[in-house]
């Protein structure tokens, strides 16, 4: 067995907490943890016990159930899912839910994967309303489509470019001048130098009611005995079997799970520091380089002071351009802030977005806050007049980790030297955009389908350089 101090219990209980509390210059923030829920009828407790599953999940964030998701719906495999903590307490919770690609380039690494997710979250919208359902009350599904703002003769060039490739993809984007762009936005600080690009397609989901629609479709299945969940339990070490070296079952604190085809790791930044733990010990190298970065989100509950008829982005968020002056910014931290802003289906106003490299602190800061509120003011002059402090009441922030990778892709497909564990991770912001062609990817892998995007530029071996 090998000990994985990653998924042991943390002394902090901030850690990999989405902390939602309220805002207020003038004092240190209470913190109010995301309680956890009465255990289900569908997590199995039994203590020291031993279960068999086809498949073992790693990591309840919505990457790790909707491969568990796609596993029960297109096989009749089983599949256990495990958490040391519940499911949205970490990144997936403490996102703004945007399905955009607005801000995804035609050719990229990462551009067929976006695609085909954004197409499976689409088709799934569709065949709520066909059940009959309101996906915008399943889901909270808003075709609000998106628009990525400009404001100097450069970025109206570069906008127009990019207008052009997303066409040439076969999206229907447009460019907007800036009368055009003040139709669409009125509230929004427009002269003569703005413009933007605009994709009517995009949509937005509420992470929150995403998770629970897919958790409850999940536990269907488990009175077939294929699937149970295992919440507030670590994993404590993996097994290894003494005959073909695969890992046979991972040890958590309460269970031993057998997995008889696959181990899935889809732990977000937990999962490079879990790997190498298990590698190290066994006497074999292998170093993810997924690394945690911070992300603060404002949010504005009921906020109707600001029309908003669309989700915005400035064109800065392409880049993450550095910042400094910030009492809390160094080069290390790389921080970077950029005005994205949205209404989601419940009238909140959600104001982001920052990144930095401070490991797993997730302590609110408000020199980041502030920045982050007089830079969404720059471009909606309202917002202005406003003092934070004025909203402490209505006003929360959202803080996780995003899985950071340096070349800016996910690592998707099978470990080197274990063809039974399989990775899944390292999507850092687009998490829930990427989740269900990732789910669809980790499938195909495992049951040796013909994949419908091609694999080859998340393998293991390319994130490992």
Same mark, same amino acid.
């Given at each position: 067995?090998?000990?994985?101090?990653?998924?042991?219990?943390? !002394?902090?209980?901030?850690?990999?907490?989405?902390?939602?509390?309220?805002?207020?210059?003038?004092?240190?923030?209470?913190? &109010?943890?995301?309680?956890?829920? =009465?255990?289900?009828?569908?997590?199995?407790?039994?203590?020291?016990?031993?279960?068999?599953?086809?498949?073992?999940?790693?990591?309840?964030?919505?990457?790790?159930?909707?491969?568990?998701?796609?596993?029960?719906?297109?096989?009749?495999?089983?599949? /256990?899912?495990?958490?040391?903590?519940?499911?949205?307490?970490?990144?997936?919770?403490?996102?703004?839910?945007?399905?955009?690609?607005? #801000?995804?380039?035609?050719? =990229?690494?990462?551009?067929?994967?976006?695609?085909?997710?954004?197409?499976?979250?689409?088709?799934?919208?569709?065949?709520?309303?066909?059940?009959?359902?309101?996906?915008?009350?399943?889901?909270?599904?808003?075709?609000?489509?998106?628009?990525?703002? @400009? $404001?100097? *003769?450069?970025?109206?060039?570069?906008?127009?470019?990019?207008?052009?490739?997303?066409?040439?993809?076969?999206?229907?984007?447009?460019?907007?001048?800036?009368?055009?762009?003040?139709?669409?936005?009125?509230?929004?600080?427009?002269?003569?130098? =703005?413009?933007?690009?605009?994709?009517?397609?995009?949509?937005?989901?509420?992470?929150?009611?995403?998770?629970?629609?897919?958790?409850?479709?999940? $536990?269907?299945?488990?009175?077939?005995?294929?699937?149970?969940?295992?919440?507030?339990?670590?994993?404590?070490?993996?097994?290894?079997?003494? @005959?073909?070296?695969?890992?046979?079952?991972?040890?958590?604190?309460?269970?031993?799970?057998?997995?008889?085809?696959?181990?899935? +790791?889809?732990?977000?930044?937990?999962?490079? @520091?879990?790997?190498? *733990?298990?590698?190290? #010990?066994?006497?074999?190298?292998?170093?993810?380089? +997924?690394? !945690? $970065?911070?992300?603060?989100?404002?949010?504005?509950?009921?906020?109707?002071?600001?029309?908003?008829?669309?989700?915005?982005?400035?064109?800065?968020?392409?880049?993450?351009?550095?910042?400094?002056?910030?009492?809390?910014?160094?080069?290390?931290?790389?921080?970077?802030?950029?005005?994205?802003?949205?209404?989601?289906?419940?009238?909140?106003?959600?104001?982001?977005?920052?990144?930095?490299?401070?490991?797993?602190?997730?302590?609110? *800061?408000?020199?980041? +806050?502030?920045?982050?509120?007089?830079?969404?003011?720059?471009?909606?002059?309202?917002?202005?007049?406003?003092?934070?402090?004025?909203?402490?009441?209505?006003? &929360?922030?959202?803080?996780?980790?995003? !899985?950071?990778?340096?070349?800016?892709?996910?690592?998707?497909?099978?470990?080197?030297?274990?063809?039974?564990?399989?990775? /899944?991770?390292?999507?850092?912001?687009?998490?829930?955009?990427?989740?269900?062609?990732?789910?669809?990817?980790?499938?195909?892998?495992?049951?040796?389908?013909?994949?419908?995007?091609?694999?080859?530029?998340? /393998?293991?071996?390319?994130?490992?350089?």
């Amino acid at each position: 067995m090998t000990s994985l101090s990653a998924f042991l219990p943390n !002394p902090n209980p901030n850690l990999k907490v989405l902390h939602s509390h309220n805002f207020n210059l003038s004092s240190v923030p209470s913190w &109010k943890h995301k309680s956890t829920p =009465s255990k289900s009828p569908f997590s199995v407790s039994c203590s020291s016990s031993s279960h068999t599953y086809d498949v073992v999940i790693v990591g309840a964030g919505v990457i790790g159930l909707t491969i568990a998701r796609h596993f029960l719906l297109s096989s009749h495999l089983s599949v /256990a899912i495990v958490d040391k903590a519940v499911p949205c307490s970490g990144a997936t919770g403490a996102g703004q839910g945007h399905l955009w690609m607005i #801000n995804k380039t035609p050719g =990229s690494a990462t551009w067929d994967l976006a695609r085909r997710s954004h197409h499976l979250w689409t088709t799934l919208a569709q065949s709520l309303e066909e059940q009959g359902l309101d996906p915008t009350m399943e889901l909270g599904w808003k075709k609000s489509g998106s628009l990525l703002i @400009g $404001r100097s *003769d450069a970025e109206s060039d570069m906008l127009k470019g990019r207008v052009k490739q997303l066409c040439e993809a076969g999206l229907k984007a447009e460019y907007l001048s800036s009368s055009d762009l003040f139709k669409e936005e009125p509230d929004l600080l427009v002269d003569q130098d =703005s413009a933007a690009a605009f994709l009517p397609v995009d949509c937005q989901l509420d992470a929150h009611r995403t998770v629970e629609y897919i958790e409850k479709a999940n $536990r269907n299945f488990a009175s077939e005995g294929r699937y149970a969940e295992f919440y507030n339990d670590p994993v404590k070490c993996f097994i290894r079997s003494d @005959g073909n070296g695969e890992v046979k079952a991972v040890q958590t604190f309460k269970n031993t799970l057998h997995s008889k085809k696959a181990v899935i +790791v889809a732990a977000g930044c937990w999962t490079g @520091g879990l790997i190498h *733990d298990l590698f190290k #010990n066994w006497g074999m190298e292998l170093h993810v380089p +997924v690394r !945690p $970065r911070k992300g603060h989100l404002l949010v504005l509950q009921n906020f109707n002071f600001l029309a908003l008829n669309h989700g915005v982005m400035e064109a800065d968020y392409l880049n993450h351009p550095t910042i400094s002056g910030l009492e809390s910014s160094d080069c290390e931290k790389d921080l970077s802030v950029s005005m994205v802003a949205s209404i989601d289906t419940a009238g909140n106003l959600l104001l982001g977005s920052s990144r930095e490299f401070v490991g797993f602190n997730t302590d609110l *800061d408000e020199s980041v +806050v502030s920045y982050m509120w007089r830079r969404v003011g720059e471009f909606f002059p309202k917002l202005k007049t406003i003092s934070l402090s004025d909203l402490n009441a209505s006003t &929360k922030v959202r803080i996780g980790l995003r !899985p950071y990778m340096p070349d800016g892709k996910p690592v998707i497909g099978p470990v080197p030297g274990l063809s039974n564990v399989y990775l /899944a991770a390292g999507h850092e912001g687009s998490g829930l955009s990427l989740a269900l062609g990732t789910a669809e990817m980790i499938v195909e892998m495992v049951l040796g389908h013909q994949g419908k995007v091609d694999t080859t530029p998340f /393998a293991v071996q390319q994130a490992l350089g």
